[in-house]
T-cell receptor, first 117, second 116 residues
Framework: AQKITQTQPGMFVQEKEAVTLDCTYD???????LFWYKQPSSGEMIFLIY??????QNATEGRYSLNFQKARKSANLVISASQLGDSAMYFC??????????????FGRGTSLIVHP | DSGVTQTPKHLITATGQRVTLRCSPR?????VYWYQQSLDQGLQFLIH???????AKGNILERFSAQQFPDLHSELNLSSLELGDSALYFC???????????????FGPGTRLTVL
């Protein structure tokens, strides 16, 4: 079963506007972490933002914020004031801790974001 | 630049061959993870090593193996290669075992493997 679902294969946004990338997850573990990564066309994976399941506030990192709705199991990424350089694939990921402290991270299929000038 | 290095950047080989991908983690990081990214499977976690010890296995084929050496660099060995093994292979490192759930993974630039 899919643990991370990104329903938007592609998104378009005008430069300087805000955009929301959707992510829903599935876990029965009360303790987990959620991550967003950016993958530009050059291929590298760039860490953007982290949200812990026990964090009371939504995470923010510069122009990135995470709209965390625990009851709905969603962790949407909001990019404010989009820039042309934001054009990339965006991946949502979840980490659950296994016994012994290790874990298996699960990634969604990604959303391609294109920012228009 | 994440501080994680991977060599080679590109690798072209034939079916049935064996290749070794190398990863050097960020200075001070003890954990190394390997991932495979392909168009049909997306980004798949393969294996996790912490301070030389295997900690978790994901969707890693039996033809694939990995190890982490005392200097903490890691190698991913892929043998009896098939066309379907063509993919981008990423290594990522992080500071600790789990470091709490906040232990962030930093990815290397990847190795593009093409099997002909």
């Amino acid at each position: 079963a899919q643990k991370i679902t990104q329903t938007q294969p592609g998104m378009f946004v005008q430069e300087k506007e805000a955009v929301t990338l959707d992510c829903t997850y599935d876990t029965s573990d009360p303790s987990y972490g959620l991550f967003w990564y950016k993958q530009p066309s050059s291929g590298e994976m760039i860490f953007l933002i982290y949200q812990g399941s026990y964090d009371q506030q939504n995470a923010t990192e510069g122009r990135y914020s995470l709209n965390f709705q625990k009851a709905r199991k969603s962790a949407n990424l909001v990019i404010s004031a989009s820039q042309l350089g934001d054009s990339a694939m965006y991946f949502c990921a979840m980490r659950e801790v296994l016994s012994g402290g290790s874990y298996i991270p699960t990634f969604g299929r990604g959303t391609s974001l294109i920012v228009h000038p | 630049d994440s501080g994680v290095t991977q060599t080679p950047k590109h690798l072209i080989t034939a079916t049935g061959q064996r290749v070794t991908l190398r990863c050097s983690p960020r200075s001070g990081d003890l954990s190394v993870y390997w991932y495979q990214q392909s168009l049909d499977q997306g980004l798949q976690f393969l294996i996790h090593y912490y301070n030389g010890e295997e900690r978790a296995k994901g969707n890693i084929l039996e033809r694939f193996s990995a190890q982490q050496f005392p200097d903490l660099h890691s190698e991913l060995n892929l043998s009896s290669l098939e066309l379907g093994d063509s993919a981008l292979y990423f290594c990522a490192s992080s500071a600790g075992l789990a470091g709490g759930l906040r232990d962030t993974q930093y990815f290397g630039p990847g190795t593009r493997l093409t099997v002909l």
